[in-house]
């Protein structure tokens, strides 16, 4: 693919609760940070793309129209993308569409979530099943995260340990993550003896639910050159979605397994042919994953070209997903440490364009990082985002 | 050089107050089918999905997961933009003219027999200024009316004719909701619902779902098919706060319309355009939208309703599938009328086809008061 899109700025908020800030307020701060970042106005940007994922967190329906003011999206372009918890990505794709269809020169990315504020978020999440056949089963994300580790667990003889190591590497990384919502120093005993909310998956194996705001800036190749001595250019996205249904995910004539992301791996490997990358374990320095669970990182970074299927959970413990191993895997702690769901996935680019861009806070920040690959994943573990991002444009 | 972006076919359920016997999926499944037929081409050769539906509506939070499969979107790049279906087609057409992709489905639905609208719309308000004042979607399309009617000095007769005009060319659309013509007295005495909007003055509301096949210039090409062009689209958005809005004024549509005119090289729509699709939810809102769009000048839109101009047998007929005002599969709305100006310039329209029709234009519309518009103009 010819390059022709950049990221040229990043903006967050730190992501915790936030009972003092409204949708639109966390919008309008992650949109002031990027646009600062990138050394433009909002008087610079030509489209604006919200980003926002299931409204019913939050008790307002269709808030992208309320953030529109607080956006800059008023006398702008604007629309919403929604994709569940690929939302984040999805809407950066779509910004880079809107660049790359030649229509645009400088689209915001923006959203915000306070799922944190959300009385019972496993309550809403139930009702993204069927109402007739799998609502009932009193399937949550919970429960179907413990799907995929038990067969994980089962076809690879993944261990519970190796899955907290996952949680131990994230807690670890986060504490160098000034917005990450948890971060500590946590060890496998403590994972180990958090409480089940589903066997195998306990506490400490699930994401936070957070609450806040993030932003990017994409802007066309001429423009990219002339405002950033280093932006993060676009070099592959792509997309995948599969049936929501659960037992139609594997067995009979489906050729997946719930235990393995196919779907990631069919995303990965058009967004890689995009991008040129032949060997991904060689040449990705940075993986920003969207695992909401442990066992979710082990399955992506197979599905991901990283190692072989069944392989990560040695690689984890022979420390190759850490900081400085062979590829660093959620260096900003990821969403097991921070999950405003709406842009969660929006978080995973801007994470993945700083250190592309060489400006991570110090500690967070990985040497040398050429290639860094984000990714989203929403619905029933159904639909996958990735993209690509590189610190060369040929 | 290529043309921009084709559309090869379009695909529409039967709109209806009601469908009992199809579940949403069976809708959308049938349109998605119907679009691929029509511009023949399989699932296989599509490699771009664009769905757009409201969650609310549908009463699921993550409304895709269910509905992008039955859309055609198995194992392909599929993306969902929650707002006005129409929305899909710009993202769609944006995606094609990246070059990354050459076939791409849109498709769009609503269910409104089986979701509490009004319920749904008033949730749609911030919880705090807004909210309180139980505002739902015709009352605030009443506020808007009103404001209108006065500024101008509107006759009564006026936004009654635009509902005649609409429910007679209703009449001629088989695949309407509402398919009986209706008398001016009607119109004029029909309870008000939220005054000055009476029952007749605002649009039903109905089930459907339909679907377009878009292609890339290349892959019209090498199909070596006459395809109907997008030549141009334009959308914007307007205030969220109508406190901050000149509710007379639809500032947006004039901004999405002025950039659909540029890119499609329109210098004067109402010579241009031969017919157009508007997103007509009240018939006051019609004549504020041939402002927006450029036809007449502000305040001037009776004057248009007046002549006969806009009629079917007009210079520029607007709405000669009847509109909104017939048939309003709400969310999905903004892409029906797309579809039916595709058929328009297609010459496939059957029973409410308007002669000679090189151009049209289609107008879709989302948010309380019209906050966003997108236009499309649509070329042999």
Redesign the interface.
Known sequence: MKTKAAIVGVGQTHYKSYHNYTLPELSMQAAVAALDDAGMTINDIDAVVYSMGPSEFLGVNEPDKWCVDAAGGRDNPFMRIHTGGATGLSAAQAGFHHVAAGLFDAVLVVGADKVRECIDSQQVLNTIWDPLYERQFGLTTITMAAFQAVRHMYRYGTKEEQMALVAVRSWGNACNNPVAHLKGHITVDDVMTSPYYCWPVKKYDMCPSSAGGAAIVIVSKKKAMKLSTRPAWIRGCSEVANTVFLGDQMGGRSEMDFADSDILAMAAKAAYSQAGIRNPAKEIQVAELYAPFTVCELSMVEALGFCRKGESGRLNEEGFFNMNGGIAVNPSGGTLCANAIAITALARVCDGALQVMGKAPPKMQVKNVRNAVCTGEGGSFQFHAVMVLSADYY | MGRGVAILGVGMTRIEGAKKDQKLDDMVFEASSKALAEASVTRDDIDS?VISG???LD????S???L??PAG???????????EGC?GV??A???L????FDLSLVVSWCKTSEAPVSD??R??????YHRPFGMNHITSSALMAGVYKSRYSLPLEIPARVVVKNRKSGAKNLNAHLQSPVKLQEVRTSPVVSWPLRVLDCAPESDGACALVLASSRKARELKRDPVWLSGF????????LG?RDLSDL??LR??AG?AYKMAKIKNPLKEIDIAEVSDFSSYHELMVYEGLGFCNPGQAQDLIKEGFTDREGALPVNPSGGLLSSNPFTASGLFRVCEAYLQVAGNAGNHQVKGVKRALAHGS???CA??NAVFILSQ
């Open positions: 999905v409201c969650d609310e009463g699921r939070c993550i895709s997961m269910l992008a499969m979107a198995y194992l392909k790049d599929e993306t969902k933009v929650t707002d929305y710009i993202l057409a944006m995606r003219m990246t070059g990354l749904v719309m949730m749609r308000w911030d919880p705090f334009g959308w914007a958005a307007d205030s969220y706060y901050g500032r947006s901004i999405a950039k989302s948010g309380f906050q966003g």
